[in-house]
């Protein structure tokens, strides 16, 4: 039901400029091709809304070898707050939430990783859980993390 509800919810997402019209702002990763960019919707995260295709609090584009992107994942993000151990039994060990303890931002933007828990730039935020759900086919499954402790799943070239 999340996998068709999620395809529903993201059918006005095709290009970067749709995803900027709704609300969302790039965190600033991706950028090269064959990297992905998220794009968060901030007022979502302190909405009353989780698992909710009309408040999707993150869309992931996958930069093409071109320079154009393309939207490959939704990705909701629970609540700021909530630890793993409040992410809701989706489909057992499919559905792969995970979350961040290592991200540094200044504002809305990632501007580098922790090493011993101290950002050498910005401020460490420890992220509530997260869960990917792709809208493009994905070798590794559909709830899949787009990188699993160094395990890097491509998804399939569709176009």
Known sequence: DLIISTTEGM???????????????????????????????????????????AHIESIVMKMNADGTSRVVSAMYILTVGKTIDDAPELAGEITT???????????TSLVGLAVNGVCEVGVLINTPPM??????????????????????????DLH
Not at 38 to 44: E, K, L, T
Not at 148 to 153: A, I, K, Q, R, Y
């Open 131 to 156: 869960l990917h759900v792709w809208v493009e086919a994905n070798l590794c499954g559909p709830f899949v993390g787009i990188d699993e402790h160094g395990l890097v799943c491509e998804e399939t």
């Open 11 to 53: 059918r006005g997402f095709v290009t970067e400029e749709d995803v900027l019209a709704a609300g969302y702002q790039s965190i600033g990763d991706g950028g090269e091709p064959g990297q992905y960019t998220h794009y968060v919707n901030w007022s979502y995260l302190y909405d009353e809304f989780e698992l909710d295709a």
């Open 97 to 107: 939430w995970h979350d961040h303890d290592n991200l540094c931002f200044e504002g």
